[in-house]
C-alpha cells in the first residue's frame, strides 16, 4: 500500500469517526488530505475501492491481537482474544465498523484475519468441509453483537422496559410479563458477551465432536 494511499485511507476513517460514515465521500476526503476528488483515483479507483480500504484498514487493527498471543496458545484462547478485539474495535469506530457487516472480505488485511479463524476452527477439531460454515456463524455473531453494542441496538431507546411493555396489554405480548422480573434488570453486555462466547465454545465443540465420529 503506498504512502499517498495510506494517507486517504486514514483521512477517511477519521472523517467516518469524526462525523459518521455518511459524511466519507470522494470530495471530503480529498479536502482532508488537500487534494481534489479526481486526484484521488489514481490511488483510490472508487469509493467502493474507499470503502473495502477502509475494511482493509479496520482488519489490520485485528492482525497484531493474533501475532501478539504466545505460539502454544490453545484454540479458544486465540478465539476469545481476536471476538473481543473485534468488539473493542467497534468501540473505536463505530460507524465505519458497520463496514464489515455490509461488505465481503476481498482486501489482503481481510483475508489474513478470515484466514486466522479458519485456523482456529481447524486447530478445534471442526471438520474441513464446515469449517467456512462455521466461521460464517462466529463471525455473523461476533460482527453483530458489537454492532449492535455500539450503535444502539441494544440500548432502551426513549423508553424502558417497563414502559415498553405497558404500551400493549398482557394478552398481547404475554411473554413479556411472564419474563417482566428478568427484562426490567440492567444488563452488563461484557458479561453477557462472556457468556454468549461460552455458549459459542460449546457449538463449536459439538460440531468438532461431530466430526470426528
Not at 468501540?91 to 455490509?102: E, G, K, N
Not at 454468549?196 to 470426528?212: C, F, K, P, V, Y
Request: proline letters at 4%.
Amino acid at each position: 500500500m503506498s504512502a499517498v494511499r495510506d494517507q486517504i485511507l486514514a483521512a477517511a476513517l477519521e472523517i467516518a469517526d469524526e462525523r459518521g460514515l455518511a459524511a466519507v465521500s470522494m470530495r471530503s476526503v480529498g479536502e482532508r488530505v488537500g487534494m481534489s476528488a479526481m486526484a484521488l483515483y489514481p490511488h483510490v479507483a472508487s469509493k467502493d475501492a474507499l470503502l473495502d480500504g477502509l475494511v482493509d484498514l479496520l482488519l489490520a487493527e485485528q492482525i497484531p491481537i493474533v501475532e501478539r498471543l504466545p505460539a502454544d496458545a490453545d484454540w479458544w484462547t486465540r478465539l476469545e482474544a481476536m471476538a473481543q478485539g473485534v468488539r473493542d474495535l467497534a468501540v473505536r469506530h463505530p460507524s465505519a465498523f458497520s463496514l464489515l457487516l455490509a461488505r465481503p472480505s476481498v482486501t489482503t488485511d481481510a483475508l489474513r484475519a478470515t484466514d486466522a479463524v479458519y485456523q482456529v476452527l481447524l486447530d478445534a477439531g471442526v471438520p474441513a468441509a464446515e469449517v467456512n460454515r462455521v466461521e460464517r456463524l462466529v463471525s455473523t455473531f461476533v460482527l453483530g453483537y458489537a454492532a449492535s453494542e455500539v450503535n444502539g441496538r441494544f440500548s432502551k431507546g426513549t423508553l424502558s422496559p417497563r414502559a415498553r411493555r405497558a404500551q400493549l396489554a398482557e394478552e398481547d405480548i404475554p411473554a413479556h410479563y411472564q419474563l417482566a422480573d428478568h427484562l426490567d434488570q440492567p444488563v452488563d453486555w461484557s458479561a453477557e458477551f462472556q457468556a454468549d462466547l461460552r455458549d459459542l465454545r460449546m457449538l463449536i465443540e459439538a460440531i468438532a465432536t461431530r466430526g470426528a465420529r
